[in-house]
């Protein structure tokens, strides 16, 4: 019956009742809703958090004095504090505390989850396992490589959703179900699905291919796959200040083309939002190629000029059809070495988030049917045969 409140954007939070009746004046930079009669407020005013724990009066039970407070259920609370006080937006290590105010751990958690039947999770150097109501690690009960959540299934099961990777196994710790690491195109080709996870911030599943006939053409696909992943050299013990994910897909396969998509997200810590990344390699998996925009199209067919003015019209089209989130005069035509992909039916090309119009049109993409484009396509050349023989 107490909903969190403010007379206009620019006021501070406070509480009313269901009737409108002001309960706790507003004095709050952000309110959250009650739970079992507690709420988490923040009292900062510039960069620094100063999260609290207030009770219906509000009374504060837990100071204001946190970078992070997260309700848990069961009476319990994850109070945290800044892992560099100097950049709080980077993130908290966390502890157990009542929602009396009383510390029951110390501040060693990266992550923790809510409480269920007295048990909850926590993650730490890249681990994860149960803890009980007082904080503590559960015994009983396996510990998981990689970050992520716990469920317990029943009294044998437990679901480990870790790492981006769902698997189950019993409470000694035996895999009952774990995900494929790699999955075959056919009798010769297989994708291997390899991890690169050196920092609890800086997760990458990558493609290698196995199966193709030159060992060297395979390690230099190889190469580029994983350079394309962003597999870099990142320090382990080093608190980074942004996250990064990245997977990937089978995009296309047909004859000897295979067309993988590499996606990924990098979000600085602080910032409204992420950047997403996404690269398409084209690979004929007989020779090794690696294909580019240009080597679909005929030599001297200006593919650039032919291409641009599809993608303009198509544009203005979509205008007229009330696509508003293009930017004015922006577009000026495509790249020799735009962004693209090949499908069964036409060509797909892309661009980057910002580049010709808002975020929220993520990457803008125009699909061109090769009927359109049979005049300038090298019908004979390598990348159209390795999917059209």
Do not use: C
């Not at 997200?265 to 190629?289: C, E, K, N, R, W």
């Not at 975020?359 to 019908?379: C, H, K, Q, R, W």
Request: no cysteine; glycine share 8%.
């Amino acid at each position: 019956g107490i909903i969190p409140f403010k007379k206009t954007f620019n006021d501070k939070w406070g509480y009313v009742d269901e009737n409108g009746r002001i309960l706790l004046e507003p004095q709050y930079e952000s309110a959250q809703p009650f739970q079992s009669n507690r709420a988490i407020v923040n009292m900062n005013e510039g960069i620094e958090n100063q999260y609290g724990l207030i009770d219906k009066h509000g009374n504060f039970l837990i100071p204001p004095k946190y970078n992070d407070i997260r309700q848990l259920g069961e009476q319990r609370v994850a109070v945290g504090i800044a892992i560099n006080p100097n950049e709080p937006y980077v993130g908290s290590r966390y502890a157990i505390a009542d929602t009396n105010g009383q510390l029951l751990s110390e501040f060693v958690y990266d992550y923790v989850g809510d409480y269920k039947d007295g048990l909850s999770f926590a993650s730490t150097n890249q681990r994860t396992f149960f803890i009980d109501r007082s904080g503590k690690a559960v015994e009983s009960y396996p510990v998981f490589s990689g970050v992520g959540t716990l469920i317990l299934e029943g009294e044998e099961l437990i679901q480990a959703n870790l790492d981006h990777r769902l698997a189950y196994y019993d409470t000694s710790g035996k895999k009952v179900y774990k995900p494929n690491t790699s999955f075959p195109l056919n009798l010769q080709y297989l994708i291997r699905i390899r991890k690169y996870n050196p920092n609890k911030d800086y997760l990458v599943y990558f493609p290698q291919l196995e199966g193709m006939q030159s060992k060297n053409s395979q390690k230099r696909v190889n190469d580029v796959l994983k350079e394309k992943s962003k597999v870099i050299s990142i320090p382990s013990d080093v608190q980074l200040d942004y996250s990064y994910y990245g997977d990937f897909s089978v995009s296309f396969f047909k004859d000897d083309l295979l067309v993988i998509k590499l996606e990924g997200y990098h979000y600085p810590f602080g910032a409204a939002h992420g950047m997403p990344y996404q690269a398409f390699v084209h690979i004929d998996l007989s020779t090794g190629m690696i294909y580019e925009l240009e080597d679909l199209f005929k030599r001297n067919s200006d593919y650039v000029e032919v291409l641009s003015e599809m993608i303009k019209n198509q544009i203005e089209e979509e205008e007229k059809q009330g696509f508003t989130y293009y930017f004015p005069d922006q577009y000026q035509g495509i790249k020799p070495e735009q962004p693209f992909y090949v499908t069964e039916d036409g060509l797909a090309i892309y661009f980057e988030p910002y580049e010709i119009a808002a975020f929220a049109a993520g990457f803008p993409t125009f699909n061109i049917s090769y009927d359109e484009l049979m005049e300038i396509i090298e019908v004979n050349g390598a990348f159209w045969r390795s999917f059209h023989r």
